[in-house]
């Protein structure tokens, strides 16, 4: 059993920045992919970047490749999401969710444990 908490969110202008934390408790979290997904009111919820288990392999989807990181200490139980040179179009909820997979998904639905979400809203 894995249990995720988010933070980090909040209210930033466009072009600024914001890191996203989502810290884990098990002790086998290592073990597992992790992946951000992002809903913004009256859209699907979509990918935002996944993390392999070991941080080696990084995905992202286009839109915020070159402005997104994730990252990853697993001493710390914690994948972290930088975002930078942050649009209006990146208002959301975002959701870090993790995954016993033998490779990291873009795909919600293989996601077996989610955390309860972060509000990240950037004005124009």
């Known amino acids: 059993q894995v249990q995720l908490v988010e933070s980090g969110g909040g209210l930033v202008q466009a072009g600024g920045s914001l890191r996203l934390s989502c810290t884990a408790s098990?002790?086998?979290?290592?073990?597992?992919?992790v992946g951000w997904f992002r809903q913004a009111p009256g859209k699907e919820r979509e990918f935002v970047a996944a993390?392999?288990?070991?941080?080696?392999?990084?995905y992202y989807r286009d839109s915020v490749k070159g402005r997104f990181t994730i990252s990853r200490d697993n001493a710390k139980n914690t994948v972290y999401l930088q975002m930078n040179s942050l649009k209006p179009e990146d208002t959301a909820v975002y959701y870090c969710a993790a995954a016993f997979l033998v490779a990291p998904s873009d795909y919600a639905d293989e996601y077996n444990y989610w955390g309860q979400g972060t509000q990240v809203t950037v004005s124009s």
């Open positions: 993390i392999s288990w070991s941080g080696d392999s990084t």
């Open positions: 098990g002790r086998t979290f290592s073990s597992y992919h």
